[in-house]
């Protein structure tokens, strides 16, 4: 090796991006101009406001008991069943004494609108698993369609400044025992708090590096008994089924939450940006940032949130470089790992 | 080495963008909105008006007797002068049997403006050198302030969506003769012709591993005779001044147009954009792209042009993910000459 010093450019963007980017999310006294927003679009930084849908009819409005009047107990809403609330998450399958981590999505299932909700909102409620109403398929003009009037249609100044109808926009159902994992989609979020608490913990799209994405195998959750399923040591009523001839999912593996576990050399690195959502609370959550939330809301109650999907802009420099820092993050790793081979064979 | 191969993360962020992005620039039919703008900002994208300062004054009376006329015979303007109208630009040095690429800053000198712009035009000029007013300095809100209130004092869709004033007005006055090399500022810049033509080679940020960036040793043209001064074969008027005291320079050695020379091993995937300014085409040139400029008028005449530098922005993740392709590639350059310098130590 030659006597210049060969940095490391990873550590070295991280370092970076902390010194020119706050942790501390920015709080707007009410909801930008298309042109404010355009800029925080522009430097793909989050922002909330505070309250900006409180005089939404939905946050006025959905109690429990008005929901189900509105929708009807009886109508059939999709729900994610889970033993422990980890729907799309990295799972540790232990199995004929070893431990491998696959990607485990949750059994979903109809249910009838009231049942679920009396599900969430009873603290005794027959078997122990988790329920979320969480599809992101664009429920709320569907499923929920009787609900639809009750929020915007389209949050304005984010229409006006992508030029675009929402892709998307998403009903969330849960309680304090769900958690979403941490993940990250290709489109701009706006989302809207109506009732409870959602707590995010936020890392933007450099911090690839940070997240130990793995290729694992994916997996579902089944209602037992059927046949072939692997029990779960936190459920009786649930099982897993593997998906041998699915392709595998590439997921972050690490938990800004248990920053010790799964981490990579460069997570320590990593300033995660926390904010909590209390109903009429909105968030601007940018393109490809890193996203876990959970929730917590009072015992017999519900939290509820609507998200607004918009296509994000592929063209410009942003989309082929969030590319680029994974590819040099995997090299590295492939070269380390080949490193590590080598060392083996010459034992 | 194992069985995966190990792809090249700096070809496949050339190659991903140029499929996501053209290499022909956008014409818009008017001036852009702020929100318009904001969003050709947001993915670091030029574009061009044509005519878009047809109306200005500045394009409709600056001819060489007004400009003459309203500015002074005698008002002393700083010119930049070189043997080939190279100023700021790679520069091969022979020098005792050896050649070194050095980088070149003009011979600055103050000259009554009427002298300057009869050199310019006049076809048998009594010396061979080349003259171009290129002071980067806000000049024309200082040198040239009579002529200032012929052109905007600021560009309205700029100003509104950036927030800002422009941090400098520069005024350019040429030939043909002067060609400004392949560099980058970290500005959004918004060019105006006046008169004349000017030709950009363009080329995006992420292109840095394209254009051979290199640390190359100070120099600057004086006029002979000049005590130690080394002569060059272009010209018996000017020498060359070495500038031993002062930091390398970090230069583009790579020339689109002379693609064979100097190239790296990216430089073949570049895509450069090209574009040709008639008198007032309006030019979007985002912060960091590189810009190679050319020249042409008629005999007699001169070519004019102003812009406007405004304040980029730092925050985001675009300017620490520019610095970390510089430093991917530096790292790569550094690992591939330690392994040439352990092959040579084999021989
Ligand atoms: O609310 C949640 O549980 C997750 C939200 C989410 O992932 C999203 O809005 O993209
Ligand atoms: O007009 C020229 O010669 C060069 C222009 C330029 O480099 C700039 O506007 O930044």
Chains 1, 2 share one sequence.
């Not at 109403?133 to 429920?139: M, R, S, V, Y």
């Not at 989609?185 to 706006?190: A, K, L, Q």
């Not at 997240?211 to 009786?236: F, K, W």
């Not at 593996?253 to 990593?270: I, K």
Request: one cysteine or more.
């Amino acid at each position: 090796m030659s006597d210049t010093e060969i940095q490391d450019p990873i550590a070295e963007l991280i370092t970076n991006y902390n010194e020119l980017n706050s942790s501390q999310i920015d709080q707007l006294p009410s909801e930008p101009s298309p042109l404010e927003f355009m800029r925080y679009v522009s430097k793909n930084t989050p922002f909330v406001v505070r309250g900006a849908a409180l005089t939404w009819k939905a946050t006025q409005t959905w109690t429990v008991p008005y929901l189900k009047s509105l929708l009807g107990e009886t109508t059939q809403v999709n729900v994610a069943v889970t033993p422990s609330g980890n729907a799309d998450s990295p799972y540790s399958l232990e199995q004929n004494g070893t431990t491998s981590l696959v990607f485990v999505k949750p059994h979903e299932e109809y249910q009838p609108f009231g049942e679920f909700l009396d599900f969430l909102t009873s603290s005794n409620s027959p078997t122990k698993e988790v329920r979320y109403a969480q599809t992101q398929n664009d429920n709320l003009r569907n499923e929920y369609l009787p609900l639809f009037s009750h929020v915007e249609r389209t949050i304005p100044f984010a229409r006006i400044a992508l030029d675009c109808d929402p892709d998307a926009i998403n009903m969330w159902i849960g309680t304090s025992h769900s958690t979403t994992a941490l993940h990250k989609d290709n489109y701009e979020n706006i989302y809207v708090q109506i009732s409870g608490q959602k707590h995010f913990v936020l890392l933007p799209p450099i911090c690839q590096p940070c997240v130990n994405e793995q290729m694992l195998e994916p997996a579902h959750y089944v209602r037992l008994p059927c046949e072939g399923a692997i029990p779960v040591p936190d459920s009786t009523d649930l099982g897993l089924v593997m998906e041998p001839h699915s392709p595998y999912v590439p997921f972050a593996t690490w938990d800004p939450d248990s920053p010790m576990l799964n981490e990579t050399e460069y997570s320590c690195l990593a300033r995660p940006m926390k904010v909590t959502l209390n109903p009429g609370d909105m968030l601007y959550l940018p393109a490809m940032w890193y996203h876990k939330v959970s929730q917590s809301c009072k015992e017999g109650e519900v939290c509820v949130a609507v998200n607004y999907w918009y296509d994000m802009e592929f063209t410009g420099p942003l989309y082929p470089l969030t590319t680029f820092v994974r590819s040099v993050f995997n090299k590295e790793r492939e070269i380390e790992s080949d490193i590590e081979d080598e060392d083996g064979n010459d034992e």
